[in-house]
């Protein structure tokens, strides 16, 4: 058990709907990371946030966002969803954003667009 | 930019060792990882070793690191079925003013009896 939590651990929903995916990060960690897991384009990082700030982007499309609130926990808005979104969802967590700092990793969740 | 790569297969008996290969471009990446992934399960660390060293060993694993060559390598000795899963190379994005971790595509490791 990494300690980071994320809900729900599968989600199924239809093409053009909106789905929220929740992580709450190790205790102390302020970074949050969130990565797609997909058969064709494997684990891509997607939004880094760091005590409430978002810090660094990757592949992220402009139909997703996140937001860390002030309890660092973290939320991924994935909206207009296509066929194409279906993947698993990591969070992970880091102390700090430093080198040193290693990331911890949720358990996913399973998204599946119909 | 950044890229990882990996085999995608690896197939070994029970008991043998298993060495697991990775190539990296950045050569500014300070920190280099090996992560697991168990079937229907998240990414489980199981080590990382720092640029500036050439070896690291914990217990059945060895990470080798050839930063000449930009090359990576994870070795697990004494092979076990419970090792099955799929095994991950990620190097830090740091250097590239980024903290996140670019992953391989990841090697699919079978340990048969």
């Known amino acids: 058990d990494s300690g980071v939590t994320q809900t729900p651990k599968h989600l199924i929903t239809a093409t053009g709907q909106r789905v929220t995916l929740r992580c709450s990060p190790r205790?102390?960690?302020?970074?949050v990371y969130w990565y797609q897991q997909s058969l064709d384009q494997g684990l891509q990082f997607l939004i880094q946030?760091?005590?409430?700030?978002?810090?660094a982007k990757g592949n992220i499309l402009e139909r997703f966002s996140a937001q860390q609130f002030p309890d660092l926990h973290s939320e991924l808005n994935l909206s207009s969803l296509e066929l194409g979104d279906s993947a698993l969802y990591f969070c992970a967590s880091s102390p700090r954003v430093l080198p040193t700092d290693t990331q911890y990793f949720g358990p996913g969740t399973r998204l599946t667009v119909l | 930019g950044e890229d990882v790569e990996q085999s995608l297969f690896l197939s070994v008996r029970e008991g043998d060792s298993s060495v697991i290969n990775c190539t990296y471009t950045?050569?500014?990446?300070?920190?280099l990882y090996w992560y697991k992934q168990e079937p229907g399960a998240g990414l489980q660390l199981l080590t990382y070793?720092?640029?500036?060293?050439d070896m690291k060993q914990d217990q059945r694993l060895t990470v080798l690191l050839n930063k000449k060559d930009k090359h990576l390598s994870l070795r697990i000795a004494d092979t076990q079925t419970g090792d099955s899963a799929i095994y991950f190379c990620?190097?830090?994005?740091?250097?590239?003013?980024?903290?996140?971790?670019?992953f391989g595509k990841g090697t699919k490791l079978s340990v048969k009896p």
């Open positions: 070793i720092f640029s500036n060293m």
């Open positions: 946030y760091y005590n409430g700030e978002e810090r």
């Open positions: 950045d050569s500014s990446s300070t920190y």
């Open positions: 205790s102390g960690d302020l970074s």
């Open positions: 990620a190097e830090s994005a740091y250097g590239g003013s980024q903290g996140n971790l670019i």
